[in-house]
């Protein structure tokens, strides 16, 4: 009798294995929970100081264009393997997927296509699991980040996933079923997002998204377990779908304000504006800006406070002549977002966080007093009006351009950064051709004048063997009277990324295995797992049946 009960555990054992082999069979995703072992090492898409590792069966989309300094910033982003001694722990496996783009914000998109079992017409449904970590931690005692915090609701970091019913692989496509968005802080560990859509090709994607509506010092977002199936409830994109990404606010523009009349700068800081924003305006450091107000902290300044921006020059006398410094614009690149193979960046801020104090040595270093600007270290788009003064009268504006040798690569022309010959560089509005300037070796830039005032956009190509540094066009606002320099910074042997035709995915796609493609004994026990366990099951049954008797006729 022992040994029966002994054969009915056995059975019952392998027919829980059976189930879940079954069960994990029915996931039409490759590698849905994110391992490495029998799936392969997690491949290398980008090298350099922020790398992306994807695992196998995976892709990454990531916008073209930052939003400003610090936001979805592409070439600050690394996507790695999180292992099992980490913290969190994968919530299954060995593995997980962590995304981490620390004192700035990233906007990214895992994605995978699938094709095998789907049908127009057929629901699918989708789950994952995520968890995030976005927070700022406090100092030690040397004013630098410790790294130790709680994930905080202030940073605006969310996560959703959604189902492209027709296979595409842009995240901005409007036809996308989208979950709700959840914030799955660390402290609340592992929380999980479902969808459901209705197939309208022979293909569906599913999307794992992240974002962030302010940089902090630690901003992470980890995936894990991620299932894609037939079956549940379908549906479409509700026709006023929500864009994506979501706008993400952009930091005030600041009006740098007029030399005293001993030389000296004070800005008086209006709503919106931050250290490095003020820093950026008047041609300065944020260090810089620190030291000359005993500021601790580039976090904390309120309207209406005064900043010292510059000490009084040795002679003051006639320094109140002097121009006023000149006011950048931010310009926000006018391309639309893309897949990964286009935000590939030679450029990448290899520098500390935007919030990371430098050492203490170099604080020592740096001269109390800020070295006045020269005309041509000027960072390319600035608004420039002589004297601080517009003529209330003019109708029309300039937008002066020029093409630079950026040689130390930093996108700002510096005293020995030579003009370049043999570029292009044209100007439209509203799409049409305004005018076209073939760019010389000449330390002045070239000017196109009397344009009425609205919108422009300053587009360059550069001279063979180079590559541009710099954005490859500028959208430009020219106001009446004034005069906006651009200048586009290019480099010798600098390749420049050819973006992809749309929707055709962002990473080199990982090419389905053939059908003929001769398969592992590993591939095909795996198949026929379910039939193999129920075989041994009656083995052992029939084995247990025939011991049982055996030991009754003794």
């Known amino acids: 009798m022992r040994v029966i009960r002994l054969a009915i555990l056995a059975i019952l054992c392998l027919m829980m294995v059976g ?8 996931n039409l995703l490759t590698n849905g929970g994110f391992e490495e072992g029998s799936f392969g090492p997690y491949t290398q898409r980008r090298g350099g100081e922020k790398p992306i590792y994807l695992p196998n069966g995976w892709n990454a989309w990531l916008p073209a264009s930052p939003r400003g300094d610090y936001y979805d910033r592409s070439d600050r982003v690394t996507i790695n393997p999180h292992p099992e001694t980490g913290f969190p722990k994968p919530l299954k496996g060995l593995r997980a997927a962590a995304i981490d783009c620390g004192f700035v914000t990233c906007s990214v998109a895992l994605y995978q296509t699938v094709s095998t079992g789907i049908t127009a017409g057929a629901n699918v449904q989708a789950s994952a699991w995520a968890t995030l970590k976005a927070c700022n931690s406090a100092p030690d005692k040397n004013g630098l980040p410790t790294g130790i915090c709680e994930s905080a609701a202030e940073s605006g970091a969310k996560t959703r996933i959604g189902i492209d019913p027709n296979g595409g692989t842009d995240p901005n496509d409007s036809d996308i079923v989208w979950s709700g968005f959840i914030s799955p802080h660390m402290q609340g560990g592992w929380q999980s997002m479902s969808v459901s859509a209705t197939a309208t ?5 599913l999307f794992l998204y992240s974002t ?8 992470i977002t980890y995936w894990d377990e991620a299932v894609l199936a037939g079956g549940g409830g379908g549906g479409a994109a509700p026709s006023a779908a929500t864009p994506v990404p979501t706008p993400i606010p952009q930091v005030a523009f600041v009006v740098p304000q007029a030399a005293q009349s001993d030389g000296s700068i004070v800005h008086v800081v209006q709503a919106g504006d931050t250290v490095d924003s003020i820093a950026f305006a008047y041609g300065v450091t944020r260090t810089q800006i620190l030291e000359l107000n005993n500021l601790a902290s580039a976090r904390f300044i309120n309207p209406g406070q005064k900043l010292v921006i510059k000490t009084p020059e040795p002679a003051a006398s006639g320094a109140g002549d002097a121009p006023a410094a000149a ?3 931010e310009i926000v690149p006018t391309v639309s977002g893309v897949n990964f193979e286009e935000v590939v960046s030679t ?3 290899v520098d500390g966080a935007p919030d990371q104090p430098p050492p203490p040595e170099a604080q020592a270093a740096e001269p109390t007093q800020p070295p006045e600007p020269t005309p041509t270290s000027l960072p390319a788009p600035v608004t420039e009006v002589a004297s601080n003064v517009i003529n209330p009268a003019a109708t029309t504006g300039s937008v002066c351009v020029l093409l630079f040798d950026d040689l130390n690569q930093n996108r700002i022309q510096e005293p020995g950064e030579t003009t370049l010959a043999g570029g292009t560089i044209n100007l439209s509005q509203a ?5 076209s300037y073939q760019t010389e070796a000449v330390p002045d830039p070239h000017c196109f004048t009397d344009l009425s005032i609205g919108d422009y956009v300053a587009v360059a190509a550069v001279p063979a063997g180079y590559g541009l540094i710099t954005s490859n066009q500028f959208r430009v606002q020219l106001s009446p009277g004034a005069t906006i320099n651009v200048a586009f910074g290019a480099a010798q042997g600098v390749q420049a ?7 055709v995915g962002g990473l080199v796609e990982e090419a389905p ?3 003929d493609t001769p398969r592992t004994l590993a591939d095909q026990l795996l198949q026929y797992s379910g039939l193999i366990v129920f075989g041994l099951a009656a083995l052992v049954l029939l084995g247990g049946l025939g011991l049982a008797l055996v030991m009754r006729r003794r």
């Open 497 to 503: 990324v050819a973006p992809p035709p749309a929707d």
């Open 431 to 435: 799409g049409q051709p305004v005018e």
């Open 347 to 349: 450029t990448a801020p």
């Open 212 to 219: 962030q509506q302010n940089f902090a010092e630690v901003n």
């Open 201 to 205: 090709g022979p293909a569906v994607t």
């Open 327 to 329: 006011a950048p614009q």
């Open 513 to 515: 295995a053939a059908s």
């Open 19 to 26: 189930s879940a082999a079954a069960q994990d069979s029915s």
